[in-house]
């Protein structure tokens, strides 16, 4: 039987409107980059690295001109 301080917890954790939302996107995009770190490591020439490494660029830079794009940014 939980005690009643942890009854609390466990409905504090469970409570979704104490959530920041924006830790999710911010959650997503470091785990692009470690991922994409991973794999750069792993590789052995180095020209397959700098494709590789630009090929992160360009998704990551395409990402920011859609995000925008969709709030309607003007650049």
Known sequence: M???ASQMALEGLR???TLKWY???LLAIVFYFY???LIV???K???NKIMTIAAIYAIAV???VFGLGA???VY
């Open 62 to 64: 395409l990402m920011n």
């Open 2 to 4: 939980p005690t009643p």
């Open 71 to 73: 709030i309607r940014w």
């Open 45 to 47: 020439s180095d020209k």
């Open 15 to 17: 409570d979704l409107t």
């Open 35 to 37: 991922v994409a770190a």
């Open 41 to 43: 490591i792993g590789m």
């Open 23 to 25: 830790v999710i996107p």
